[in-house]
C-alpha cells in the first residue's frame, strides 16, 4: 500500500448480517467486512486522471505471525507510471483487528519501528472524532450514496483524517457498508520555511496543494461472487490485469 492511511475481529470469521438491527447500523465492522479469503482490487490515479498504480488487499490465513484476534491483510502494488518500468512492486502487510473503540490497523516493524492506528472508531456516524499518532480524524457523512465497480450504493461511510504537525495531508476515505472501502483520496499541502514566527517552522504555500491522488475500487469479492470480475470462477484469485 501506498502509506500507512491508507486504507478491521470476531473470532476467525466476521460476516456482515443482512439484517442489521438498530445498535449494528452504527457499528464500524459492517464498513470493513474482515473474512480470511476476502479481498480488494484498487487503482490509483492523479489528479488528471492518469492510472499511476493498481493495488490488490487480500485477507490471507494466519502463518504465525497474527496476534489474538486479527486478520492478515496482505498487499500487493504494481506501478503504472513510468516508475513501471523498472518494475517496481511492493508487498505489505497489515494486521486488523476489532477493538472495543473501533477497527484497529498494525504495521508490524520493519524499517520503522511498530505503528498500531485506529482505522476507524466506534460509533460509526456523523460527528466521531479520534486521534492517532498519525493525525486527527472524523467522520465526515454517514448513510451517504457513493460510487462502487458496479454502480451506485445506498450506505456509505465517510471519514476525512488530517495528518502531520503542522497539517501537510489530507486524506478522505469512503467505506461502503459490506463492501469495504471502495475510494481514497489523498492531498498533499506544499509547505515552506516560514518567515514569521518560530525558526523552522513550516507553512502551506500560496498555491497550498502540493499533489492530488484519488485510490479508487475496481474489483472485490467478500464471501459472496466477485464484483466486476468477468468470467470469474470459484477458486480465482486476484492479480494485474
Known sequence: ???????????????VAPRLGRADEASTTGYFPLRVGNWWTYEEEDAGGIPLSRETWTLVPDAGENRAGEFHLRSFAKRLDALGHRRNRWEGHEYL???????????????????????????ARFGTRWHDAQGACEV???????????????DCLVTVCILGDPPATT???T??????????????????PGLDGPAGAMMPTASAKGGRSVLRLTAYNVGARPVNVPDYRPGYRPGYR
Open 140 to 154: 465526515s457523512a454517514d448513510h451517504a450514496p457513493c460510487v462502487g465497480p458496479r454502480g451506485d450504493l445506498v
Open 1 to 15: 500500500m501506498r502509506c500507512p492511511l491508507v486504507l478491521g475481529l470476531l473470532g476467525t470469521c466476521l460476516l
Open 97 to 123: 483487528r476489532v477493538a472495543t473503540d473501533g477497527v484497529r490497523k498494525r504495521f508490524p516493524a520493519g524499517r520503522d519501528a511498530e505503528l498500531e492506528l485506529l482505522l476507524l472508531k466506534e460509533p
Open 175 to 192: 467505506y461502503a457498508r459490506g463492501v469495504g472501502m471502495v475510494r481514497q483520496e489523498v492531498d498533499i499541502i506544499q509547505l515552506v
Open 171 to 173: 486524506v478522505t476515505s
